[in-house]
């Protein structure tokens, strides 16, 4: 049976993200620092209080996966601050590095013994994070920090070879989630199904490439 693993699983994509792998037959393990009901009501399992951007609880969370052989990681945790340049606090723009950057790092190289050889890892990043795409200014913190994260998904691709993993390096769409204060384009659901779709086409000779949910090739 597949094995995957979701991080900011309680609500929003990485509910959907659970859910649709589990409709699929995978056997499904859902990160959170805390379930929501929908979560609990999926029945898959749950391992609790982890956040990803303490060393401690992800130590926590390899202990509790210890044996476990897992398919397929999605990085999809995150937050976005609304900022712009007159009143940016740097301090906000260092949280959502921690969250955004830092935190599926960690997660990756902490679940690498668990990892199978020819395996996948998504990272759920954003358009917002393309410097090419950047026509508007503003958001700081998640502009840069998303621009990390395209830059880590891009090393872990080649470190990653030798063993066959394949990176995606994913943005959903503008999706209403709570993230987004329930404004924007797609669903949940639409969101997940099309990141679902890019994993499946996914590639050791696209690894590492960015691209949109629904198929669209982006710039860096």
Known sequence: MTISLVTGS????????????QSRGHAVIGVCRAPSPALLKLGVRIERDI?????????????RLRGTRLDLVIANAGILRDDSLEDVELE????????????????VKQLLPNLNDGGKVALITSRMGSIADNGSGGYYGYRMSKAALNAAGVSLAHDLKPRRIAVA????????????????????S?????????IDALEQHTS?????????????
């Open 190 to 198: 639409e969101s997940a199904r099309m990141l679902l779709e890019r």
């Open 92 to 107: 906000t723009v260092r949280e959502q590095f921690e969250v955004n950057a830092l935190g599926p790092l960690r997660t």
């Open 208 to 220: 590492g490439s960015f691209w949109h949910a629904n198929g669209e090739r982006l710039p860096w």
């Open 51 to 63: 956040d990803i951007t303490s060393d401690e609880a992800l130590a926590t969370l390899g202990a």
């Open 169 to 188: 390096i994913l943005h959903p769409g503008y999706v209403r989630t709570d993230m987004t204060g329930n404004s924007g384009q797609l669903e949940p």
């Open 10 to 21: 309680n609500r929003g994509i990485g509910l959907e993200l659970c859910r649709q792998l």
